[in-house]
């Protein structure tokens, strides 16, 4: 069972465009919400993170939107550029049980175009 | 710079041998580590939570006697394939949180495993 569910799969975005990918989840014991970047061959890098206190996080052009009473939360990137192309994670945690073990979406590959 | 690190990053064995991919807690320690195995363009799949001083925790399907896993001190944790075989070639990647309460948590490089 997935317990977090993340889209589009895929995501095609003209360079300057906003791009959002979407995740939802079921369980209400998460209480901590990141954000993962990965490069072909590489590790994922934390990119932003959230926690359900707060309904959204800037960072730079990233932006987290958190809605706890839906169960939903978006990652928005702004003005995107094609260094921005790779794999995104959205995760989940609940800290309260495993600390540190996270449970991811499937991913979406975003490609901005030039 | 990175905060966990992996190494090899790249290794390539027989099938039959045994290989040892190490994670390090770089300034940080961690009571607890995470294996994750990837296949190309899929999700991260954990296979196993690395306890210090305690045997580790292995999900459901994962062979424990074929990947070992040994949390010998604070900031190392190394997972061993054992009897490799080609459909072990994968990407292992591993994770520590970082924090009091588990704050923070990163990745490593991953390690790619090539099994001939």
């Known amino acids: 069972q997935q317990q977090v569910k993340q889209s589009p799969q895929s995501l095609i975005v003209q360079k300057g465009g906003i791009s959002i990918i979407n995740c939802a989840y079921e369980n209400t014991a998460f209480d901590y919400f990141p954000w993962y970047q990965q490069f072909p061959g590489k590790g994922p890098a934390l990119l932003i993170a959230?926690?359900?206190?707060?309904s959204e996080k800037k960072e730079g052009r990233f932006t987290i939107s958190f809605n706890k009473s839906a169960k939903q939360f978006s990652l928005h990137i702004m003005d995107s550029q094609p260094g921005d192309s790779a794999t995104y994670f959205c995760?989940?945690?609940?800290?309260?049980?495993?600390?540190?073990?996270?449970?991811f979406g499937r991913g979406t590959q975003l490609t901005v175009w030039p | 710079g990175a905060v966990v690190s992996q190494h090899p990053s790249r290794v390539i064995c027989k099938s039959g041998t045994s290989v040892k991919i190490e994670c390090r807690s770089l300034?940080?320690?961690?009571?607890?580590m995470f294996w994750y195995r990837q296949f190309p363009k899929q999700s991260l799949m954990l296979m196993a939570t690395s306890n210090e001083g305690s045997k580790a925790t292995y999900e459901q399907g994962v062979e424990k006697d074929k990947f070992l896993i040994n949390h010998a001190s604070l900031t190392l944790s190394t997972l061993t394939v054992t009897s490799a075989h080609p459909e072990d070639s994968s990407f292992y990647i591993c994770?520590?949180?970082?924090?009091?309460?588990?704050?923070?948590?990163?990745f490593g490089e991953g390690s790619w495993l090539t099994v001939v």
């Open positions: 959230i926690r359900p206190d707060v």
């Open positions: 994770s520590a949180p970082r924090g009091g309460t588990g704050n923070t948590i990163y």
């Open positions: 995760a989940a945690s609940d800290r309260g049980s495993t600390l540190g073990r996270l449970y």
């Open positions: 300034d940080f320690q961690a009571t607890t």
